[in-house]
């Protein structure tokens, strides 16, 4: 079964805090998603890596495909960072096709 | 701008209705899905379409419908056989011919039943 599995599901942090965020995933996934949901239920898509490691702005998403494990950095946390972020698996079927984990919620406090 | 346009924003069901979601895309995508979100879950696919006219089951498809009669719009009915249809509803797409692809999400639709 294809799986992807998050954690923590909560996080609550003070503004300028590091936060890392963990996923680890089944076989069969041929890429990572990172996504975040803000309040009103919009998702972005932030990241999509089979490899190594990207940047942008204060986020930074790394994956390490021998362990199927992903980690979501934020550096110099804001409250404005406060949202859900959701790490989904690729499985190519014909069509891609997305597995998620069940997201973790990120409060930064000022 | 590109994008996926959802709507409503908000819907109600009334017992025994079907009602239906609009989704639409600009952005020439050929594949589109409906993803279904529940509290404290992950988002589960109900059905996805890579091309006009053909469309395939997801994981709980049952009490839903879909068409895509244009390559930009890709419609959920939400039929009366759905019993628990409170959900937000997430409709996405991405270009195919590459393997891997970001899915591109649009705002949404939370569905209640009154």
């Known amino acids: 079964k294809n799986e992807v599995e998050q954690s923590p599901q909560n996080l609550t942090a003070q503004e300028g805090e590091f936060i890392t965020i963990n996923c680890s995933y089944s076989?069969?996934?041929?890429?990572l998603h990172w996504l975040q949901q803000h309040p009103g239920g919009g998702i972005v898509s932030l990241f999509m890596l089979s490899s190594g490691k990207k940047k942008h702005g204060r986020l930074i998403a790394t994956i390490n495909i021998q362990e199927k494990h992903s980690s979501l950095h934020i550096t110099a946390s804001h409250p404005r960072d406060s949202a859900v972020y959701i790490c989904a698996g690729s499985i190519i079927q014909g069509a891609q096709k997305l597995v998620f984990g069940q997201g973790t919620r990120l409060t930064i406090n000022p | 701008d590109g994008g996926i346009t959802q709507s409503p924003k908000y819907l109600f069901r009334k017992e025994g209705q079907n009602v239906t979601l609009s989704c639409e895309q600009n952005?020439?995508?050929?594949?589109m899905y409906w993803y279904r979100q529940d509290p404290g879950q992950g988002l589960r696919l109900i059905y996805y379409s890579q091309i006009v006219n053909d469309f395939q089951k997801g994981d709980i498809a049952e009490g839903y419908s879909v068409s895509r009669e244009k390559k930009e719009s890709f419609p959920l009915t939400v039929t009366s056989a759905q019993k628990n249809p409170t959900a937000f509803y997430l409709c996405?797409?991405?270009?195919?011919?590459?393997?891997?692809?970001?899915?591109?999400f649009g705002a949404g639709t939370r569905l209640s039943v009154l």
């Open positions: 076989v069969g996934i041929s890429a």
């Open positions: 996405a797409s991405n270009p195919l011919g590459v393997d891997k692809n970001i899915q591109y």
């Open positions: 952005l020439n995508h050929d594949a």
